[in-house]
């Protein structure tokens, strides 16, 4: 139990939050967890939170 710089790893694995999203190329809204979103339609990183 050596806590190295991530405080908050250990809950987020147990909480998952599904977050609701948009994506600003191509218009699609889905549902998406974790840092690193992209669109399931195309594949664009250019999402945002809604
Ligand atoms: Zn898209």
Redesign the pocket.
């Known amino acids: 139990m050596c806590s190295v710089g991530g405080g908050d790893f250990e809950l987020e694995i147990e909480k998952i939050e599904v977050e609701r999203y948009r994506?600003?190329?191509?218009?699609?809204k889905f549902d998406a967890m974790g840092e690193k979103v992209v669109?399931?339609?195309?594949?664009?990183e250019?999402?945002v939170k809604l």
Do not use: A, K, L
């Open positions: 994506c600003n190329n191509c218009g699609n669109c399931p339609s195309c594949q664009s250019n999402v």
